[in-house]
């Protein structure tokens, strides 16, 4: 394939993976930044989440949209439900000492990926996506009568991956909205400021520490549903995303919410067009390259702020 | 009277006592203690069974471990081997070499097993092998990758009962080249396994005037293929893909959409689509393309009895699908290698007269002396010709096209064709 039709395929494949990345990475940073804990348990969440989403489309037959928005609902619902009660039964009664929790956490990772083994199973399961179709993308050369446009043969796109792409961004900015504009978001911000002051306000740091953990799973859970129709849910998935988000948040500014979209976007594309253009191993070793650099001379993350 | 004190004391009372059940222990009379090794007892023959249940391997460990349970069911039911009853030990290898190890030794020093046997992935096999070999535990692989055949492994390693890819894929390419295509673009998941696909190919498809014009490795825990299918260059006339791991029908839905409308002829082995069902949404692009199959997984025209029994004996229907669920589609082109496996060892024992581990090397040497196995309800995949020096098996391949959703048989290629020069004679290795 030319240069430019390559170019543009590696680009929008390393943007669906921006997309996902983004939310995930954004439930990791949002838990961080509020509750000061590190999840390891955040990549089962996204698992679950596409686990859920085979579950809630399998029961509901009919035309696949239909499953797919209840599963859009209630996937990360259910997630969000379930880490709010993990962190009210475990984490709170280890007081969320950062040592203790990490332990933790790595214990639920083990329970979750186990418990979906024998549950659902070793195999890998689709789910139907609610539609897609191949869209072939047109390229533009200086042909015999100036600028023409033509169709590459294998550029192509579907438009399913386009929706997940749109999908991500509207999720992001409304939760953007969420957090700047609502009463929620104001408190989540002051608990995040100062958990001591805002307690003494009369903030129940407590509920909000549930609702922000069950915010980040279903975040996670959220991303995790829109990929599953193109990927598959498996027990096993949790894995590498759970790595991806931690280099991003790192990368991004632990608790920098803006400066984890900014990463994801970052590492979701440069993966896409470097493994196109080279080879996905070569990828992941420029990402953690960059993760080193990050952490010897800009610690706090890109937009992160030094603790003084 | 004179009462002559003795010298007998408690302590001294004790240790006649324990000498005493010593010595009948060491000769085998003290009920309770009978050496196996001596009497036809009737303790069970233990099989170490060395399972994927965990990993990227673990749909095939699944379908392994159901053709196993049924495979020693007939056995039992048919009286056993010499007599005695065959119980299958499972343990996890989680899909990992390092495991792999590790389960072999269980086996050995834990579960005192008679053999080992059931590996598929490669790269578990060539972990695990060496140590069978340091345990002298006799270890049959079920896995299709050539490095037993190879010379690699060693003389406690065999794979009776299924093919292995360089024979499969030199059986293919005549058909390749005369009907598909000279040119091909070759994709294949970047391990042992993939890479015998890679290197053997390009050897036959070269002797027959065709020539491989890409070759794109895969990591074999990939989950999104796109972005790899521009490599393939746009004069190709076949793409050859294998595709092993939990996202193979992200592969091939990919693969579909890359190509659209205006696709070149492609030819992929079943292992693309094993456990997922050929109609599934996104594979309707598969119709009109070919594949190999290691055992036709849909139930042909002139389907022999053998395959419906051996259908009938695990639980599949004639699209090889579960009985219970006609969406969870089996492991078919697979896992007969596991029944085949365990009757090559069932005859091999009773050759032999295998009683216990003492008898291990005579085990071994009587499967080395096998050599063509008729097709039967032992061997329901097809006839089979041992090569005792190199351990391998040889048998048919098949190939079937993609018509209104149903894999029809095309060309059936026979023992022969799959046949190449010895690369070791492991009966010359000592044990």
Known sequence: ?308 | MKITKTNMTRRTALKGFGAGVGTLAATGLLPGTMGFAQAQSSAPIKIGFQKHATGVGSSYGRWYNATTQAAVKRINDDGGINGRPVEVVIEDDGTDPKRGAEVLEKFENQHKVDVAFGTLFSHVVIGSAPRAAELKLPYFVVSEGHHVASGMLNRYTLQPGITDVKSQVQSMAPFVANNLGKKVAMIYPDFAFGHDHRDFFGDAIAAQGGEVIAKIAIPPSETSFTKYFPQIPRDTDVVYHVMVGPAVLTFVKELGEFFGPSRPEIFGFIDSIEAVDIKSPGLEFLEGTYFWEGNPRHAQANNSSFDTNFRAAVGVDDRGASLADSKDVSTYAHMFGCWETLNVIKAGMETSGYQGSADRQKLIEAVEAMTDMPHSDDHPQGAKRFNGKTHQVFGSQYISKVTDGNLVVEHTALIEDGLYEDEVDYTTQSF
């Open chain 1, 1 to 308: 394939m030319e240069f430019g039709p390559h170019l543009m395929l590696a680009s929008l494949e390393g943007a669906v993976v921006a997309a996902v990345l983004a939310l995930t990475a954004m439930g990791l940073s949002i838990v961080f930044g509020v509750m000061r804990v590190v999840n390891v348990a955040h990549g089962e969440f996204y698992m679950l989440g596409a686990v859920l989403a085979w579950f809630v489309t399998s029961a509901i037959g009919g035309h696949p949209a239909l499953g797919f928005v209840a599963a859009l609902v209630i996937a990360p619902l259910l997630v969000g439900v379930i880490a709010a009660a993990a962190d009210t039964f475990i984490l709170k009664h280890i007081k969320y000492d950062p040592d203790r929790t990490i332990v933790a956490t790595i214990g639920l990772l083990y329970i979750f990926q186990q418990g979906t083994l024998m549950t659902f199973g070793p195999d890998a399961r689709p789910v139907e996506a609610p539609f897609n179709h191949r869209l072939a993308l047109p390229w533009i050369e200086n042909g015999e009568n100036g600028l023409q446009m033509f169709w590459p043969w294998g550029l192509s796109i579907t438009s399913y991956k386009l929706f997940v792409i749109a999908a991500a961004v509207v999720v992001l900015m409304g939760l953007w909205a969420l957090i700047t504009r609502t009463k929620i978001g104001l408190i989540m911000r002051a608990t995040q400021q100062d958990s001591e002051t805002a307690q003494a306000f009369g903030i129940p740091v407590g509920r909000v520490y549930s609702l922000v953990f069950g915010l980040g799973a279903a975040l996670a859970a959220l991303g995790a549903v829109l990929v599953v129709p193109i990927q598959q849910a498996h027990y096993l998935m949790g894995g590498e995303p759970l790595l991806l988000a931690f280099i991003v948040v790192i990368i991004g500014g632990l608790g920098s919410l803006p400066g984890t979209v900014v990463a994801a976007v970052l590492i979701g594309m440069s993966d896409g067009i470097i493994s196109v253009f080279f080879s996905p191993m070569v990828a992941k070793i420029i990402a953690t390259l960059f993760v080193t650099m990050i952490l010897i001379w800009r610690p706090q993350g890109l937009f992160g702020k030094v603790i003084r």
